[in-house]
């Protein structure tokens, strides 16, 4: 699908994204988050793990950061 799409050949821009995210700072090493999703297409596990590292950057920066989601991931993540 989609997803699987972003994560792999969008991994390496969507990776540096979510490691700036506060709230994945917070609980990742924002080097090896960005590392996970350049490298997560080839593999299940990886793949995983940068799917629930996305979808928490965008659960925190809605419920505790109190900010949008509207767009696609690459506006939503990349406005400050």
Same mark, same amino acid.
């Given at each position: 699908?989609?997803? !699987?799409?972003?994560?792999?050949?969008?991994?390496?821009?969507?990776?540096?994204?979510?490691?700036?995210?506060?709230? !994945?700072?917070?609980?990742?090493?924002?080097?090896?988050?960005?590392?996970?999703?350049?490298?997560?297409?080839?593999?299940?596990?990886?793949?995983?793990?940068?799917?629930h590292l996305?979808?928490?950057?965008?659960?925190?920066?809605?419920?505790?950061?109190?900010?949008?989601?509207?767009?696609?991931?690459?506006? !939503?993540?990349?406005?400050?």
């Open positions: 699908g989609r997803g !699987v799409v972003l994560i792999s050949r969008g991994g390496g821009g969507a990776g540096r994204l979510v490691a700036a995210q506060p709230g !994945v700072a917070e609980v990742a090493r924002p080097d090896r988050v960005a590392a996970l999703f350049r490298h997560a297409g080839g593999e299940k596990h990886r793949g995983f793990a940068a799917w996305l979808f928490y950057a965008l659960w925190h920066r809605r419920h505790i950061e109190g900010r949008r989601v509207e767009g696609d991931v690459f506006e !939503v993540l990349g406005e400050r």
